[in-house]
């Protein structure tokens, strides 16, 4: 419907026409097709572009619009608004109801955003006259949300690229932000976490009273606490918050990392620090905290405990034959078969390698009782270790474990659990040289041996220390008893004991392992002799040989050692000869010979020592570099009354000869004995019937008359 604009209800009031050009809000009054009623002074200068407050009336906002695009033909996107806000005139007319828009548009380039508020315009009668409309200028709130929302967009980006779960809380502990994270480690979506209680529902109740703490002090510092998930489950966390504002709010924010895998980490750190990986039983340390244990309640209740070293008797041999796997297999079945022999409260353990040791605790009775009763044990544990075990694939084959055993009762804490367990190591020691197979107690007399040993031990690094070991040398001669090489052996020229015998310390020697030091200083003076023989008419012509022992050959410098020295002395190597035993043949077979080759390539002799006590089997002699067999004096000693020793070392000389090896025999101590071994070929001799092994000096002397 038209409207006359000068009907009264419009007529400018000088009053209503000052307050309405005095105010910053754009004001106006159209009629139903949109042509201005009135148009405010703001109106006009910020958005239509009019001359005055005027020039509006009767004409629509597309006048002002195309006006302004003919004005500035370079740039079409000027003044846009006039073009668009017809639509919410008509959307106003069309609900007939104050209506809220947000319109923006271009003017004079720069983008502006309007609040607008329109209503249908009625006059007394409620006649509809048209529309009525106010704009604020809202482009600065407008701008700052934009603001606000980018840097949203950029603190979301921020809590979503670190590793940690991130909440933020508000006053009321509630979360009102979180990152993915977050999400992730309580198995709620983002969504569902906005709302939730820090505490009620995140946190597990066992660790309300520290998450709480943490919030009282406002502490930033880290601490461990768990979340409870969503499905009811438990994460461990490390937790860290901070009291702060943000966007004018006070918040908490809280950051928590999932250690579900430090934890399992951990946990299994500590498992492998008390528990053996392969049987899954106790290792040393859990053993001797429980023996620990064990020993207190036993001063307190005056009961026995005993302490059961166990080790199987030839393990190294399956080992090696049968594989680490089927070795692997035997010890989890050994470990099984313990266990299932003992006591619940008792503890068996695995020490490593073959090694097992057991506690038995709360034993009633006397001594004598109480070791009956633990023998009873041990020998119940001992058959049921010894039952038959395949040996899996490709083996395959049936075996009866063998095992040693070394036991210590205790009562009370008056020794440490170190001593404890050096007695039964101590038993089990004795076990093993009793032949194995067996049990021992501890006694104190074990005790003793063990000490002497340590004390031997100690004395023969002075020895060494102190050049107090000697060669002496024992004459080899040909059948006609020309001296064809010495045998050097050596002696520990003690300054209180005198002269000792390699018997009294070789075996601790090999035990402690200074026999390849030992070794080292005989190869040492050996070389160093045979080159002062060199420059001695006869002498010269003198080859000695010297003991080996297994350690020595194994040690990785050995064969260098040797060729170090034959060139400090200048030796001629052929002069060396070196006697090796076949107990050398029983480990890694191969390497040896690998060895021996090395050796012989240098020009070194090598002797067979000891044969025929040993597992000699021709398959491996003549696999051997090898350029003497020794016969031992064991097959020598009867060898006049024995038929079998005559037949053992008559097949000896023959193989030996087949072979091409000069044979020796040693231990030959009668001229019968002699005559004996001449009429079977022998070639060289030894034996206290020429000499018992001698000081150089004598031995110089000895040698001068039979060269
Ligand atoms: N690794 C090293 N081992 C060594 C070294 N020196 C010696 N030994 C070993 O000690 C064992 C004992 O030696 P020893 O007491 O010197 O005995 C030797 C001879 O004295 C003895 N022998 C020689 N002839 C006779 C005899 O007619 N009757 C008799 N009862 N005994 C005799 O035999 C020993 C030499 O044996 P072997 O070495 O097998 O030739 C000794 O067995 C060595 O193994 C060393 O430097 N390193």
Redesign the pocket.
């Given at each position: 419907m038209g409207f006359d604009k000068n009907d009264k209800i419009i007529k400018n009031d000088r009053f209503f026409r000052l307050m309405a050009d005095n105010l910053p809000d754009m004001l106006w009054a159209k009629d139903i097709e949109g042509r201005y009623l009135f148009a405010n002074r703001a109106l006009c200068e910020n958005l239509l572009m009019a001359k005055d407050t005027q020039e509006p009336i009767g004409k629509q906002d597309i006048f002002f619009a195309e006006r302004e695009r003919r004005k500035h033909p370079e740039n079409q996107e000027w003044h846009t608004f006039g073009e668009l806000c017809f639509n919410t005139d008509l959307i106003t007319l069309e609900h007939m109801k104050p209506m809220r828009f947000e319109e923006y548009g271009n003017v004079k380039g720069k983008m502006l955003y309007l609040e607008v508020h329109k209503a249908p315009l009625f006059d007394e009668q409620g006649k509809l006259l048209g529309t009525v409309g106010s704009a604020r200028d809202i482009t600065r709130q407008k701008e700052l949300e934009r603001q606000i929302k980018k840097s949203n967009e950029t603190f979301e980006q921020l809590l979503n690229a670190t590793i940690e779960g991130l909440f933020v809380f508000d006053s009321e502990r509630r979360c009102i932000q979180v990152n993915e994270m977050a999400a992730k480690i309580t198995g709620y979506s983002q969504k569902e976490l906005i709302g939730k209680h820090a505490l009620d529902d995140l946190v597990a109740p066992e660790s309300f009273d520290i998450v709480k703490e943490k919030i009282r002090l406002d502490s930033a510092e880290p601490y461990e606490m768990i979340v409870m998930r969503r499905d009811g489950s438990r994460v461990p966390v490390i937790a860290r918050g901070k009291n702060l504002e943000l966007f004018g709010k006070r918040v908490r924010i809280s950051a928590i990392m999932d250690i579900t895998e430090m934890k399992e980490a951990q946990t299994k750190i500590e498992y492998l620090a008390y528990y053996d990986v392969l049987t899954g039983l106790p290792n040393r340390r859990l053993l001797t905290r429980y023996l620990e244990q064990a020993m207190h309640f036993s001063a307190r209740n005056g009961n026995y405990g005993a302490l059961i070293f166990m080790d199987l008797d030839n393990f190294k041999k399956i080992n090696d034959t049968a594989g680490h796997d089927s070795g692997d297999r035997l010890l989890k079945e050994i470990a099984t078969r313990i266990k299932d022999s003992i006591r619940r409260s008792d503890t068996v353990s695995r020490f490593g390698g073959d090694e097992f040791v057991i506690l038995l605790t709360n034993l009633k009775g006397t001594a004598e009782k109480v070791g009956l009763e633990v023998e009873k044990w041990a020998e119940n544990i001992r058959s049921k270790v010894e039952e038959q075990f395949w040996l899996p694939e490709p083996m395959k084959m049936k075996i009866h474990p063998e095992c040693s055993m070394g036991i210590t009762l205790f009562k009370g804490d008056v020794r440490t659990t170190d001593e404890l367990l050096k007695h039964a190591d101590i038993a089990l020691y004795e076990a093993k040289n009793s032949g194995r197979n067996c049990i021992r107690f501890y006694n104190r007399k074990m005790q003793q041996n063990v000490d002497k040993q340590i004390e031997t031990e100690h004395q023969l690094n002075e020895a060494f220390s102190r050049n107090e070991i000697e060669?002496?040398y024992?004459p080899q001669l040909s059948m006609q008893g020309k001296i064809k090489a010495a045998?050097?052996?050596?002696?520990w020229n003690h300054p209180v004991k005198g002269l000792i015998?390699?018997?009294q310390f070789?075996p601790v020697?090999?035990m402690s392992g200074q026999?390849i030091k030992?070794?080292d200083i005989?190869l040492e003076k050996v070389c160093n002799r045979l080159k002062i023989w060199s420059g001695i008419e006869g002498f010269n012509n003198l080859a000695i040989?010297?003991?080996?022992?297994v350690k020595?050959f194994m040690s990785p410098s050995f064969v260098q050692s040797v060729e170090e020295k034959i060139e400090k002395y200048g030796v001629r190597p052929h002069m060396l000869k070196l006697?090796l035993?076949e107990s050398l043949f029983l480990d890694n077979f191969d390497k040896v010979v690998k060895k021996m080759n090395r050796l012989k390539k240098i020009g070194i002799e090598i002797s067979l020592?000891?044969f025929g006590t040993g597992f000699s089997s021709l398959s491996y002699l003549k696999k051997l570099p090898l350029t003497q067999l020794?016969i031992?004096?064991s097959f020598?000693?009867d060898i006049i009354e024995d038929d079998n020793d005559k037949a053992i070392v008559r097949a000896t000389i023959a193989i030996a000869e087949s072979m091409g090896l000069e044979t020796v025999a040693?231990?030959?101590?009668t001229a019968e004995q002699k005559e004996l071994l001449e009429d079977m070929g022998c070639k060289i001799y030894?034996?206290?019937?020429f000499s018992?092994?001698l000081p150089l000096e004598e031995f110089e002397a000895y040698a001068a008359d039979k060269l």
């Amino acid at each position: 419907m038209g409207f006359d604009k000068n009907d009264k209800i419009i007529k400018n009031d000088r009053f209503f026409r000052l307050m309405a050009d005095n105010l910053p809000d754009m004001l106006w009054a159209k009629d139903i097709e949109g042509r201005y009623l009135f148009a405010n002074r703001a109106l006009c200068e910020n958005l239509l572009m009019a001359k005055d407050t005027q020039e509006p009336i009767g004409k629509q906002d597309i006048f002002f619009a195309e006006r302004e695009r003919r004005k500035h033909p370079e740039n079409q996107e000027w003044h846009t608004f006039g073009e668009l806000c017809f639509n919410t005139d008509l959307i106003t007319l069309e609900h007939m109801k104050p209506m809220r828009f947000e319109e923006y548009g271009n003017v004079k380039g720069k983008m502006l955003y309007l609040e607008v508020h329109k209503a249908p315009l009625f006059d007394e009668q409620g006649k509809l006259l048209g529309t009525v409309g106010s704009a604020r200028d809202i482009t600065r709130q407008k701008e700052l949300e934009r603001q606000i929302k980018k840097s949203n967009e950029t603190f979301e980006q921020l809590l979503n690229a670190t590793i940690e779960g991130l909440f933020v809380f508000d006053s009321e502990r509630r979360c009102i932000q979180v990152n993915e994270m977050a999400a992730k480690i309580t198995g709620y979506s983002q969504k569902e976490l906005i709302g939730k209680h820090a505490l009620d529902d995140l946190v597990a109740p066992e660790s309300f009273d520290i998450v709480k703490e943490k919030i009282r002090l406002d502490s930033a510092e880290p601490y461990e606490m768990i979340v409870m998930r969503r499905d009811g489950s438990r994460v461990p966390v490390i937790a860290r918050g901070k009291n702060l504002e943000l966007f004018g709010k006070r918040v908490r924010i809280s950051a928590i990392m999932d250690i579900t895998e430090m934890k399992e980490a951990q946990t299994k750190i500590e498992y492998l620090a008390y528990y053996d990986v392969l049987t899954g039983l106790p290792n040393r340390r859990l053993l001797t905290r429980y023996l620990e244990q064990a020993m207190h309640f036993s001063a307190r209740n005056g009961n026995y405990g005993a302490l059961i070293f166990m080790d199987l008797d030839n393990f190294k041999k399956i080992n090696d034959t049968a594989g680490h796997d089927s070795g692997d297999r035997l010890l989890k079945e050994i470990a099984t078969r313990i266990k299932d022999s003992i006591r619940r409260s008792d503890t068996v353990s695995r020490f490593g390698g073959d090694e097992f040791v057991i506690l038995l605790t709360n034993l009633k009775g006397t001594a004598e009782k109480v070791g009956l009763e633990v023998e009873k044990w041990a020998e119940n544990i001992r058959s049921k270790v010894e039952e038959q075990f395949w040996l899996p694939e490709p083996m395959k084959m049936k075996i009866h474990p063998e095992c040693s055993m070394g036991i210590t009762l205790f009562k009370g804490d008056v020794r440490t659990t170190d001593e404890l367990l050096k007695h039964a190591d101590i038993a089990l020691y004795e076990a093993k040289n009793s032949g194995r197979n067996c049990i021992r107690f501890y006694n104190r007399k074990m005790q003793q041996n063990v000490d002497k040993q340590i004390e031997t031990e100690h004395q023969l690094n002075e020895a060494f220390s102190r050049n107090e070991i000697e060669v002496h040398y024992q004459p080899q001669l040909s059948m006609q008893g020309k001296i064809k090489a010495a045998e050097a052996l050596c002696r520990w020229n003690h300054p209180v004991k005198g002269l000792i015998t390699p018997d009294q310390f070789i075996p601790v020697a090999e035990m402690s392992g200074q026999i390849i030091k030992l070794g080292d200083i005989m190869l040492e003076k050996v070389c160093n002799r045979l080159k002062i023989w060199s420059g001695i008419e006869g002498f010269n012509n003198l080859a000695i040989s010297l003991n080996i022992s297994v350690k020595q050959f194994m040690s990785p410098s050995f064969v260098q050692s040797v060729e170090e020295k034959i060139e400090k002395y200048g030796v001629r190597p052929h002069m060396l000869k070196l006697e090796l035993t076949e107990s050398l043949f029983l480990d890694n077979f191969d390497k040896v010979v690998k060895k021996m080759n090395r050796l012989k390539k240098i020009g070194i002799e090598i002797s067979l020592d000891d044969f025929g006590t040993g597992f000699s089997s021709l398959s491996y002699l003549k696999k051997l570099p090898l350029t003497q067999l020794k016969i031992d004096r064991s097959f020598i000693r009867d060898i006049i009354e024995d038929d079998n020793d005559k037949a053992i070392v008559r097949a000896t000389i023959a193989i030996a000869e087949s072979m091409g090896l000069e044979t020796v025999a040693e231990g030959v101590e009668t001229a019968e004995q002699k005559e004996l071994l001449e009429d079977m070929g022998c070639k060289i001799y030894q034996g206290y019937l020429f000499s018992k092994p001698l000081p150089l000096e004598e031995f110089e002397a000895y040698a001068a008359d039979k060269l």
